[in-house]
């Protein structure tokens, strides 16, 4: 079963930079499309960012030229660069596998622990 462990959040002013890094269990890392996905207090859980195998990106539209994802294959870790935050973009933060032919829809249904990012001032 893969594992995913989510770090690097924290608390940051508005305008400000984080990078989330997401460890990712398994030696078939290199194949799988990966996904960023956050989850705001009474809301449901949303797409951020995704990165399939070949390193396409697809973003949401509320993150697209503020948020980067990245992967580094041979640290079985995929990254999520933020920048510009605003306070809307508090929430909690997860990556899973995800599904490039079905808008990036999370596969895995073991999520990890996920990583707190509180934009505020």
């Known amino acids: 079963q893969v594992q995913f462990v989510e770090s690097g959040g924290g608390l940051v002013q508005p305008g400000g930079s984080l990078r989330l890094s997401c460890a990712v269990s398994?030696?078939?890392?290199?194949?799988?499309?990966m996904g960023w996905y956050r989850q705001a207090p009474g809301k449901q859980r949303e797409f951020v960012a995704g990165i399939t195998s070949g390193g396409s990106t697809n973003y949401a539209d509320s993150v697209k030229g503020r948020f980067t994802i990245s992967r580094d294959n041979a640290k079985n870790t995929v990254y999520l660069q933020m920048n510009s935050l605003k306070p809307e973009d508090s929430a909690v933060y997860y990556c899973?596998?995800?599904?490039?032919?079905?808008?990036?829809?999370?596969?895995?249904?073991?999520w990890g622990q996920g990583t707190q990012v509180t934009v505020s001032s």
């Open positions: 398994g030696s078939a890392f290199s194949i799988y499309t």
């Open positions: 899973n596998r995800a599904n490039p032919h079905l808008q990036f829809t999370p596969i895995s249904n073991d």
